[in-house]
């Protein structure tokens, strides 16, 4: 690899009110590498990136870009100079279409020309292989189907240095490789990279230099064949921690959630049962119906036939808060857009679900809000200054834990956890996985739904696997193994094909 300098960070410091989120970090990345950035929630890996562009202007430090000192960046130069972010948080214009999206800031004469917006498009979705119509409207697409516009256009800009700040956490598997087969053709062509996840195996397979950060600062910068997922591990949460699945003490024979031949949009037919204390997994491919499910379980999308029945008896769900009322609830996948009220506080965040628990004859009770956020603070380790400050402020996956939190809050008897640990650091994974088994020990139960494989073999009792909207079969914890599940999941859709 080509060893040169692209650019150099020196002496970067970014204080907020109460954290220093970026201390005296000095940084090489290489010309044509691909530099990976970890390090726990709240670590600093976005402020960092973020002095890239002049959204984040260091109070002290630095920026060497191809042999040229800037004190710090602006929107306009860092573009000029070659450097393109995909940020954590999505920053597309909902009421544009795609090719006005891409093509923002762009403009050719004062008049807006729509035919050479989509030739852009197009050739920029085409680079990185997938089919997506330019006259679409932003606001009408997926998040997964909005980040590959982020993507797509970053690179339709004359890019040298490409960031992308956890780009996979709202991608599918599929749609993760067709990313990495765009960074393996901009690699070729010489592009550099920066790249921001927490899970491991992408790190491993992507990098080829990793540097950690934890607390702020800059702990090691080490080549990705020089080192293991545990010293990695070990390096970015500052002590030793063994990746492994708490243990489970309840077993009950009584069931907690039975559906019984439940038809939702499709017209499928879903039966199954989840018993008190356990917890029970969904895979499946992208589009197998999983989130589908899970929403009319809840009672956010309709089941046109079909009994759901919550401890024996049977309930009618017509809306959410049906869903609620019988003892459901459900963290959702989208988090970015169901999830939290970014301009209130994590109290109010973590309690708007069950702030009527927390009231007396109508009024709230404050004293009662506050504990109830910082048992959860505590228990998820949400890093922040005080349980009152803006949620805008956490990093992205405390922003995520606020989530979690909002319906742990609930307490619910039944638990839907869709994509949990999606943009969550490894330690937090940990304490997700303990807190989902001290909930199963309590007697309660929990539908998990992943596309982590290790998360949804090592936590689930069972497993239900779903195929194009079909129940495709189910496993017995003895009998569960990735092998058994993609298994199931061709033969299903062989037979769909036939
Ligand atoms: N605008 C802001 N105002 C106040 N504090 C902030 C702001 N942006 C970030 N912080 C704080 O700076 C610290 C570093 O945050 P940063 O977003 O860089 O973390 P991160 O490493 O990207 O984490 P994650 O993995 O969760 O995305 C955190 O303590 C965060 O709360
Ligand atoms: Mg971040």
Known sequence: MDQKVILSLQGLTKRYPGVIANNNINLDIYKGEIHTLVGENGAGKSTLIKSLSGAVIPDEGKIIWEGLEYQHMNP????????????QELCLVDSLTVAE??????????????KYYNTVAKAAFHRIGIKMNPMKMVGDLTTAQQQLVEIAKAISKGVKLLVLDEPTAPLTNEEIEGLFRVMTT????GVTMIYISHRMDEIFRVSDRITVLRDG???????????????????????????????????????????????????SDISLYI????????????????????????????MQKGTVKINGKEVYLKN??????????????????????????IDWNTTISCVKKLSHIGFMNFDKIADVAKKYVNKLNIAAPNISVKVESLSGGNQQKVVLAKTLATESNLLIFDEPTRGIDVGAKQEIYHIMADIANEGKSILLISSDMEELLGMSDRIYILAEGRMA?????????????????????EEEKR
């Open 76 to 87: 306009k130069l860092s573009r000029e100079l070659g450097i393109e972010i995909v940020y």
């Open 186 to 189: 901009l690699k070729e062509e």
């Open 320 to 345: 959410t808060s049906n869903g609620i009322a019988a003892g459901i609830g459900l963290i959702p996948e989208d988090r970015k857009r169901q999830g939290v009220l970014l301009n209130f506080g």
């Open 473 to 493: 079969g189910c496993l017995e914890k003895g009998e569960i193994s990735q092998v058994r599940i993609m298994e199931m999941i061709s033969n299903a859709m």
């Open 217 to 267: 600062e800059s702990i090691k910068t080490i080549n990705t064949a020089d080192t293991n997922r545990s010293e990695l591990i070990n390096l970015m949460v500052g002590r030793q921690l063994t990746e492994s699945f708490p243990e489970r003490t309840y077993h009950s024979n009584e069931k907690m959630l039975e559906v019984e031949h439940a038809y939702g949009m499709g017209d």
């Open 101 to 114: 999206n891409i093509c923002l800031g762009e403009k050719k004469g004062s008049l807006v020309d729509y």
């Open 275 to 302: 018993k008190k204390g356990e917890i029970v997994g969904l895979g499946g491919l992208l589009g197998a119906g999983r989130t589908e499910l899970a929403r009319m379980i809840y009672g956010a999308d309709p």
